[in-house]
């Protein structure tokens, strides 16, 4: 079970940091991710960490703004997302599938995924 947390209604150049709780499991092998669905668009991959932390991954709208990490003591994944624009707006969703069927192409590819939490909705207004 996968539970967002973090979101809310902010101003463009605000900061937020999503968090994802993760129970029922040990999670510390497997790939993690964020992903955003925008209003009347499709699921999108923002951020992706693999299973020990070697390969990460940025859609490239949020390169140098936005950092994934985790702390797998905690079974937490974070997204701290920095000066934030209108088009941040979205639905956030963290999503993780076991490292063991990790690869380069895996972690960025949605149909990988099989843990899903229920969404935080960020929006940034201008």
């Known amino acids: 079970h996968l539970e967002e947390s973090g979101g809310g209604l902010v101003q463009a150049g605000d900061s937020l940091r999503l968090s994802c709780a993760a129970s029922g499991r040990t999670f510390s092998n497997y790939d993690w991710a964020w992903f955003r669905q925008p209003p009347g668009k499709e699921r999108e991959l923002v951020a992706a960490?693999?299973?020990?932390?070697?390969?990460?991954y940025y859609t490239d709208s949020v390169k140098g703004r936005f950092a994934i990490s985790n702390v797998k003591s905690e079974n937490t994944l974070f997204l701290q997302m920095n000066t934030l624009k209108r088009e941040d707006t979205a639905v956030y969703y963290c999503?993780?599938?076991?490292?063991?069927?990790?690869?380069?192409?895996?972690?960025?590819?949605?149909?990988?995924?099989?843990?899903w939490g229920q969404g935080t909705q960020v929006i940034v207004s201008s």
């Open positions: 999503a993780a599938y076991p490292g063991a069927r990790h690869t380069v192409v895996s972690m960025t590819q949605i149909g990988s995924y099989d843990n």
């Open positions: 960490l693999s299973w020990n932390g070697d390969s990460t």
